[in-house]
Structure formats: structure tokens, C-alpha cells
């Protein structure tokens, strides 16, 4: 996890592009894996992986992008910095993300164990902070240069999406099939951005046959 989530600690820092990028580069160094990596991002997690592979390509083997942020509508992004505060945030925000997240979560295999486990991170302190700090630094709008490196280096690109999404919205396809030509899309209908919960053989059949491919040609 990201810190601030999940387990994770929870620093007074600022939680921006540079700070993910170096947990990547001290996890794999942590774990003596100094060759290339098939490196996988989710929605924020996508433009975490965009960026590090657009830096340290020469670790790269090939990257997958599941609904990937980085490319948002600036304005939405601004409004974010600009109009929630940190006293506001910090008293309403849990339960804001709870009923959100029971709205649309609630189609998984197990949707009460999985609500217990997303609202038990909310209960240390530390996770509101961090939450605000990313959406006030984090890149959501400005990775065009990141996306396109990752294209101008010809790495290997999967982009998964779900074409009901509504949080990352799928238009935004053509911008990073545009930015990485050679970019595979598999798309599917009347998805929505939770596709790695609720529906996850539509992530997992797509990528298992892509990383044999990459295997193949290596």
C-alpha cells in the first residue's frame, strides 16, 4: 500500500508523484530485484506506474494501466485543492468515503467483509491527512509528458477500463491510447471503475494473456 493507507504508515510529508515514485524504487531495491519488473497500476496507482516507467524504463519489462488517472480534467482537479479544507475534510471525510464507498461497492463476493476492511484504515490517524495531501499534490491532470515518454520508449502498454466509468472517465482512453501507441485496449460495457473487485476475471484474463505474450517475445 501507499503510505497513508491500508497498514502503511502514515508520515507528515507531502504526499505527491516524487514521494510514490521512490517507494517503488525502494521497494524493488528492498526486495533485490534489480532486473525489470512487469509493473500493474490502478486508478491513482496507474499514474504512479506511468511515471515510474516513464523514469526507470530501463527496469521495465512491460506496464498495464487499469482506468489510470494522470490525465483528469484540470479543472476538477483545482476545484479539489482549492475547496476542501483541512478541518472540513478531517470531520466529515470518514463518513463521506463510507457512504460513497457503500455505494458502489456493495456488488462484490463479499461486500460486508470488504466494507469492514476499507473502514478499519479510516480509524488511524493520519489517513484523512494523507488523503487531502494527495489530492492537493498529486498530478491527476498534468502527466501528458509521462504518458507520452512511456510511448516515445516503446514499452509494452496494457490499458484496461471499464467503459461505465464514471470516476476515471473511459473518453479518457484516446488520450493515453493517443500518448502510447502501442498500447492495448481492452475495454468492457456497462463497467464501472470498481472492476478489480467486482469484477475481477475481466482484469485477470487480459493480463495473465498479455504477460505470457511479453514472455514469449523476451
Not at 112 to 124: N, S, T
Not at 138 to 145: H, K, V
Amino acid at each position: 500500500d501507499n503510505y497513508g493507507r491500508g497498514y502503511s504508515d502514515r508520515p507528515d510529508t507531502t504526499y505527491d508523484s516524487a514521494l510514490t515514485n521512490q517507494l517503488i524504487i525502494e521497494l524493488l531495491d528492498h526486495l533485490d530485484l534489480h532486473g525489470s519488473a512487469h509493473i500493474v497500476g490502478y486508478s491513482m496507482g496507474g499514474a504512479v506506474a506511468a511515471i515510474y516507467t516513464a523514469t526507470n524504463t530501463e527496469r521495465v519489462k512491460s506496464l498495464t494501466l487499469i482506468a489510470p488517472a494522470g490525465l483528469m480534467d484540470a479543472s476538477s482537479s483545482l476545484m479539489v485543492k482549492l475547496v476542501i479544507g483541512d478541518w472540513f475534510f478531517r470531520v466529515l471525510g470518514k463518513n463521506t468515503f463510507l457512504k460513497r464507498f457503500n455505494q458502489g461497492e456493495m456488488s462484490t463476493i463479499d461486500p460486508e467483509g470488504f466494507r469492514q476492511d476499507f473502514a478499519e484504515q479510516l480509524d488511524y490517524r493520519g489517513y484523512t491527512d494523507a488523503l487531502l495531501s494527495t489530492m492537493r499534490n498529486y498530478p491527476y491532470a498534468t502527466l501528458q509528458e509521462e504518458y507520452s515518454l512511456v510511448g516515445e520508449q516503446g514499452v509494452p502498454t496494457l490499458v484496461i477500463w471499464g467503459e461505465s466509468d464514471t470516476t476515471v472517465p473511459f473518453n479518457l482512453s484516446t488520450l493515453v491510447l493517443a500518448a502510447i501507441p502501442q498500447a492495448e485496449l481492452a475495454s468492457y460495457a456497462d463497467v464501472e471503475h470498481n472492476i478489480v473487485y467486482v469484477h475481477p476475471q475481466l482484469v485477470r484474463t487480459p493480463l495473465l494473456l498479455f504477460l505470457r505474450d511479453q514472455q514469449e517475445i523476451r
